[in-house]
Each structure stands twice: as structure tokens, then as C-alpha cells.
């Protein structure tokens, strides 16, 4: 099955979950989220999702200075964040619960 | 950092951009503002060039827009007709067409072009012989140009008959597709001169019919400026207020027709709204008031984010009554 289907829909709650756990700029999330084991995740997914949490609100950026390199925008959960994140932390339990009571019943038959 | 990864971040960025210049200043800014930032990182990880990486920029433009839930560009805003592109002059037509069709109205035209097409072939068809006979009158006299049926060696019968068969070989032309270039070539000349012919014809048309009243008009055409505006100044954000002069929250408004009404910065670029989401993670524009920022230079060059204040608003004096009732003038209500 074709993850990058199923990561469309979740990407959301995956971006949001990885930055609740640590702030994080672009690319650290685009990585953070692979070494978790989402490897077909996209560069531009994980930028736009970013982007369109902080245009909505769920997420606050600040810029660092580095040295070498150029200035990080870090992002940050805020409380919409947060909501957010446990409301669909929620609605994805109970969806996994139901796939897996499905496949465990007749996954095999309707294969 | 070195030269040659910022240029290569600086060609890939602007390939990115070019994606997505059908869309709004402020939302392509506030989708676009680190991506340089962004690529930079990707750029300064690991071996390899951005694209081998990251895959074609148009490509990873298209996989930008689906995540941010923004409709999937059309033709002409990716990187084809590269060989037009090159041009100042191209691109700025390029532009004004893009321009044209992302209004909602210049689509709507654009889009109609073609089934004009038909149209113009059988007008084709009429123009040639009008044109055929406007040029035999100084060989074999008669009356020059005739309304509406052309007139051939002095006879409407043949006018119409020759009217008739050059209508269907001008479809049957049209029909049979721009073929080679040479014949496209001639096609296109043949277009341009019968084009003008009809505009002189359309002209003597309307000097004859309006001779006795000829008044020249002015006709101005406007195109409407973009974004939600009232009075012409653009509306960024709407605040509601209650009877009593209390600010409401989280109101949604819609048209007449149900259609969202959404608030733009077409001409305020450095406002920037904070939309709420739905459950599916789609911003809800039309939910009022906007929480707004505004880009405001600070020291050093940097751009800051400052919250924009909400407006005064003084009620009108109370008590406000509703309006007088009209006058009765229908049936009575009732037997």
C-alpha cells in the first residue's frame, strides 16, 4: 500500500506531535520525523504543513541566529497547537482501533 | 557558506516561486517566506545537488501547494514553454495572462476563447466574399458594399450562393486543423487581413445605419480591483458588534448567495491573518474577527511581528428602533 496516501492525512498530527515533543526548524522536523520511521515523508509536505499550522495559528516561529549558516526559524506548539494535537491524538486512537478490529476479523476475505 | 550553493538555493527557490504565481501576494509570501532558509539547510546537510535531493522544483512546488491545501497549479505556472520564458518582454505577457486568468471573470473569457472559434469560420466565410466583392466594384462596378448580402457582378442571388459555399470551405479549413507550417503561415496572414477588413466593413456598417445620428461614446472599460473592498478601500478584516456595542467573536459571514466572505491585503502585503483550521486542518477564512500580525522594520534591518488592534467603534445613539413599516399595499392577509 502507497504510505504516501496515508501520510497525507496524518502529516498534520505527525508535524504537530514532533514539535510538541521539541521546538524545531524545518529541516530538523523533516528529520526527526524520518528517524522515527516516516522515510517517504516530503520535504515540501513537511514545509507546507509547517507553514500552514503557523498560517492557522496552531504553531509560533522565532528566528535564531547562527554563526555559520543561515538563521533558523524555529517553531513552537501553542495552546491551539496542543488542542489540536490531542483532539486528533483522540480521533486517530479510535480510527486505528476500528482498522484493527476490522483487519483482525476479515482483512483476509476482503483482501 | 559558499557561492555556489546560494545560487543554487536562489535558482531552485525561484523555480519554486514560479509555481505558485497564481496565487495571492500575502498567501504566496506567508506560504514562501523561509523556503530559502529552508533549502539552505537541506543544501548545507549532505552530498548531492537540491534537485537530485529533493526531486524537480516544479515537482516538489506541486507536493507544497497539496500540503498546504492549496488547488494544484495549472498549466503555465510550472516550469514548460521554457523556450517563451526567456524574454522580458514574454514573460510580462506571460504575466498579464496569468494575471487575466487568475480573475475569476478573465478565466471565464479565457476559457470561452475557444469556442469562438466556430464562430469566427463562418464569419470567415462572409468577410472573404464582402472582401471579394468590395475589390471587383472598381472592375465591374455596382454598388460596393451591401447589407447584409454581398453583391457579385451586380447580383444578390450569386452573392448568396458564393456566400453560402465559402462559409462551409472556410469550416472545412478551420475544421481541418493549423497543418503545416507554411500553410499555418499563410492561414495566419490570410486571418489578420480578412480581421481588418471586417472591422472597416463593421465600421461602414455603423456609419451607414447611424449616419443621420452619429454620436460618438465614450465607453470605459474598468477592471475591477482585486480583493474584498467597500467603497473601493480594501476590507482586511471585519469586526461585528453586537446591540449593545459588544465585540463579537468568531462570527462566520457569508453572501447573499451562502458564498464565504473572505477579507484580503492585496494592497497591505505586510498584514498577515492567523486562520483558525477546521478538523481536517484547512484554514476557515471567513470566520471574523481575523486574528491579524503586521510586519512592522525594526532595528538591524529585521522585520518584526506586531498584533494589529481592533478598531474603535462607538454604537449609534440608542435606543435604535427598526425601521418604519412599508406602507400596506398588498392583498389583505387573510379571508
Not at chain 2, 476563447?113 to 469560420?121: D, G, K, M
Not at chain 2, 472592375?139 to 460596393?144: F, R, V
Not at chain 2, 506586531?306 to 478598531?311: D, T
Amino acid at each position: 500500500m502507497d504510505t504516501t496516501q496515508l501520510l497525507k492525512g496524518v502529516l498534520d498530527l505527525a508535524v504537530l506531535a514532533v514539535v510538541g515533543e521539541r521546538d524545531g526548524y524545518g529541516y530538523d522536523v523533516v528529520r526527526r520525523l524520518r528517524a522515527a520511521g516516516l522515510d517517504d515523508v516530503g520535504d515540501a509536505s513537511v514545509y507546507g504543513t509547517l507553514r500552514r499550522l503557523y498560517a492557522g495559528g496552531h504553531l509560533t516561529s522565532y528566528v535564531v541566529p547562527s554563526e555559520e549558516g543561515p538563521h533558523r526559524k524555529y517553531y513552537a506548539i501553542n495552546d491551539a497547537g496542543r488542542a489540536q494535537l490531542a483532539d486528533s491524538t483522540g480521533t486517530w486512537r479510535s480510527f486505528t482501533d476500528a482498522m484493527d478490529k476490522l483487519l483482525g476479523a476479515g482483512g483476509e476475505e476482503a483482501a | 557558506m559558499n557561492d555556489t550553493i546560494d545560487a543554487e538555493v536562489a535558482r531552485y527557490a525561484a523555480a519554486v516561486r514560479a509555481a505558485f504565481a497564481d496565487r495571492p501576494g500575502p498567501e504566496r509570501e506567508l506560504l514562501l517566506e523561509d523556503l530559502e532558509d529552508h533549502l539552505q539547510e537541506v543544501a548545507a546537510e549532505a552530498g548531492g545537488s537540491l534537485a537530485e535531493r529533493l526531486g524537480r522544483p516544479e515537482a516538489y512546488a506541486a507536493e507544497l501547494r497539496a500540503s498546504a491545501g492549496l488547488p494544484a497549479a495549472g498549466p503555465g505556472a510550472g516550469g514548460r514553454r521554457r523556450g517563451l520564458r526567456e524574454s522580458a518582454a514574454a514573460r510580462r505577457l506571460e504575466r498579464l495572462w496569468r494575471g487575466a486568468r487568475a480573475h475569476p471573470a478573465g478565466r471565464a473569457v479565457v476559457e470561452f476563447l475557444p469556442e469562438l472559434r466556430p464562430a469566427w469560420w463562418v464569419a470567415r466565410g462572409y468577410v472573404a466574399v464582402q472582401a471579394v466583392a468590395v475589390a471587383l466594384t472598381p472592375l465591374l462596378g455596382g454598388g460596393g458594399l451591401r447589407f447584409p448580402i454581398p453583391e457579385l457582378f451586380g447580383s444578390r442571388v450569386l452573392g448568396l450562393l458564393v456566400t453560402g459555399a465559402a462559409v462551409v470551405a472556410s469550416v472545412r479549413l478551420g475544421r481541418r486543423g493549423p497543418g503545416g507550417a507554411r500553410r499555418h503561415a499563410l492561414t495566419v496572414l490570410a486571418n489578420a487581413a480578412l480581421g481588418l477588413f471586417a472591422v472597416v466593413m463593421l465600421a461602414e456598417l455603423g456609419a451607414s445605419e447611424a449616419a443621420d445620428d452619429y454620436r460618438p461614446q465614450e465607453v470605459i472599460f474598468t477592471q475591477p480591483a482585486p480583493g474584498l473592498r467597500n467603497d473601493g478601500v480594501e476590507i482586511s478584516n471585519i469586526f461585528a458588534f453586537d446591540a449593545n456595542g459588544k465585540p463579537l467573536r468568531d462570527v462566520y459571514l457569508v453572501d447573499q448567495d451562502g458564498s464565504a466572505i473572505v477579507a484580503t491585503s492585496t494592497d497591505e502585503p505586510e498584514l498577515e491573518p492567523r486562520l483558525p483550521l477546521d478538523r481536517d486542518g484547512n484554514p476557515v477564512p471567513h470566520r471574523y474577527p481575523q486574528q491579524q500580525e503586521r510586519l512592522v522594520p525594526v532595528d538591524g534591518g529585521d522585520m518584526e511581528r506586531r498584533p494589529v488592534p481592533a478598531p474603535r467603534f462607538t454604537p449609534p445613539p440608542g435606543p435604535v428602533r427598526p425601521p418604519p413599516a412599508p406602507p400596506a399595499t398588498g392583498p389583505p392577509a387573510g379571508p
